[in-house]
């Protein structure tokens, strides 16, 4: 069983940066792909950004590519995502998922099988 625990976000202005990190029990965490999600109230859940189990190879949705960085530490157990440039339309719960799918087949909730609580960001303009 793989159990999944958010922390970080908050609330930060247009422009500003933040982080959310994950921490992943279990101890295959290198042979998971991890994933960041996002859901505002009304929408559907979104992909984010993925980074497969060494670190090595990572996928952005076109809307935040050049301004979020996620990245992983294997040794600790742990994903982050960085946000920077951070917009309005930014503003939503933000999760981390893991998945055994390689990273090429992981951009949608249903290919992730643990979810974490999520963490709320809110960027005002």
């Known amino acids: 069983q793989v159990q999944l625990v958010e922390a970080g976000g908050g609330l930060v202005q247009a422009g500003e940066s933040l982080n959310v990190s994950c921490a992943v029990s279990?101890?295959?965490?290198?042979?998971?792909?991890m994933g960041w999600f996002r859901q505002a109230p009304g929408q559907e859940r979104e992909f984010v950004a993925a980074?497969?189990?060494?670190?090595?190879?990572?996928t952005y949705a076109d809307s935040v590519k050049g301004r979020f960085t996620i990245s992983r530490d294997n040794a600790e157990n742990t994903v982050d995502l960085q946000m920077s440039s951070l917009k309005p339309e930014d503003s939503a719960v933000y999760y981390c998922?893991?998945?055994?799918?390689?990273?090429?087949?992981?951009?949608?909730?249903?290919?992730?099988?643990?979810w974490g609580q999520g963490a709320q960001v809110t960027v005002s303009s």
């Open positions: 998922a893991a998945t055994m799918r390689n990273i090429y087949y992981a951009r949608r909730p249903d290919e992730y099988d643990y």
């Open positions: 279990g101890r295959t965490f290198i042979g998971y792909t």
């Open positions: 980074i497969e189990g060494r670190g090595y190879i990572t």
